[in-house]
Nanobody, 121 residues
Framework: QVQLVESGGGLVQPGGSLELSCTVSGSFYSINYMGWYRQAPGKERELVARMHKSGSTRYEDAAKGRFTISSDHAKGLVTLQMNSLKPEDTAVYYC???????????????WGQGTQVTVSS
């Protein structure tokens, strides 16, 4: 049974930094994507950043220049370094992965349970 386990959320002042981490728990053949989405109250879940196994990355416009994603697909690890945080970054952040689990014939989408990030003075 594959699960994504997140850590690192919390309360931070505007201008501060946080690092989110996510680990794949369980056995898998390969990972295509790992990344982060977020959902603010009353809004839809949106992509923050993701990384393909090739190393290519995609960032939400608001995250560019402030957030950095890094990943070790072989180990099932992904981190999101968030700098210069703003109140509008407040949301529940979800780890995401598209991977092929041991015993599966194709890739599937997996989500973490979510971790709260609150940016407030």
């Amino acid at each position: 049974q594959v699960q994504l386990v997140e850590s690192g959320g919390g309360l931070v002042q505007p201008g501060g930094s946080l690092e989110l981490s996510c680990t794949v728990s369980g056995s898998f053949y390969s990972i295509n994507y790992m990344g982060w989405y977020r959902q603010a109250p009353g809004k839809e879940r949106e992509l923050v950043a993701r990384m393909h196994k090739s190393g290519s990355t995609r960032y939400e416009d608001a995250a560019k220049g402030r957030f950095t994603i890094s990943s070790d697909h072989a180990k099932g690890l992904v981190t999101l370094q968030m700098n210069s945080l703003k109140p509008e970054d407040t949301a529940v952040y979800y780890c995401y992965s598209e991977l092929t689990a041991i015993g599966s014939w194709s890739s599937d989408h997996y989500w973490g349970q979510g971790t709260q990030v609150t940016v407030s003075s």
